[in-house]
């Protein structure tokens, strides 16, 4: 069975920042494209972040770019997402998600992680 | 950067009843269009995929259509437990969500 579990997300400042992980198993992590897909309170999905399976290439939505940085350790399966210069704009649940396949849907999600920026 | 446009917003109907679900993208996403659901505290859940597959789970009542720049995602008769949040999402070029179609009881 496929587990993901975000882990990381706590109240910080603004202008803060933060380290999410996410801990995978029940499929072959090093295999896998992974993403991050975040969630403001009320709204809808907003896509955040995705990394190829060896982790040679990573992908950013504008309004994380220059700020968040996508990484993975396929000896831990395990992915990360380093967040800087937090701002109340960030504020969400973050999820990591697993894809299918190359330019495939996201078939495996985890249960999300709080993260909440206010002073 | 592609754009999905979700409508309605908002479906109110009745168990029983069809309902149709609209996605339009911006540009042509040829067929990299997939549908997740949302219940209410609950984590996204992959639909369908690659605009017409549906995704382990879930019953024929659902289907999926479509292909370029608009897609359908349809319940043919809905169930109680169909009474969700529905996103359409592309990865043709990056990835982009739609901003959700609440179906609700009427």
């Known amino acids: 069975e496929v587990q993901l579990l975000e882990s990381g997300g706590v109240l910080v400042q603004p202008g803060g920042s933060l380290r999410l992980s996410c801990a995978a198993s029940?499929?072959?992590?090093?295999?896998?494209?992974m993403t991050w897909v975040r969630q403001a309170p009320g709204k809808g999905l907003e896509w955040v972040s995705a990394?190829?399976?060896?982790?040679?290439?990573?992908y950013y939505a504008d309004s994380v770019k220059g700020r968040f940085t996508i990484s993975r350790d396929n000896s831990k399966n395990t992915l990360y997402l380093q967040m800087n210069s937090l701002s109340a704009e960030d504020t969400a649940l973050y999820y990591c998600?697993?894809?299918?396949?190359?330019?495939?849907?996201?078939?495996?999600w985890g249960q999300g992680t709080l993260v909440t920026v206010s002073s | 950067e592609i754009v999905l446009t979700q409508s309605p917003a908002t479906l109110s109907l009745s168990p029983g009843e069809r309902a149709t679900l609209s996605c339009r993208a911006s540009?042509?996403?040829?067929?990299?269009l997939a549908w997740y659901q949302q219940k209410p505290g609950q984590t996204p859940r992959l639909l369908m995929y690659?605009?017409?597959n549906r995704a382990t789970g879930f019953p024929a009542r659902f289907s999926g259509s479509g292909s370029g720049t608009d897609f359908t995602l349809t319940i043919s008769s809905l169930e109680p437990e169909d009474f969700a949040i529905y996103y359409c999402?592309?990865?043709?070029?990056?990835?982009?969500f739609g901003q959700g179609t609440k179906v609700e009881i009427k």
């Open positions: 998600a697993k894809e299918l396949s190359f330019r495939g849907p996201l078939d495996s």
């Open positions: 029940g499929f072959t992590f090093g295999n896998c494209g």
């Open positions: 990394i190829s399976a060896g982790g040679e290439r990573t």
């Open positions: 540009q042509s996403v040829s067929n990299f």
């Open positions: 690659n605009a017409s």
């Open positions: 999402q592309q990865r043709y070029d990056s990835w982009t």
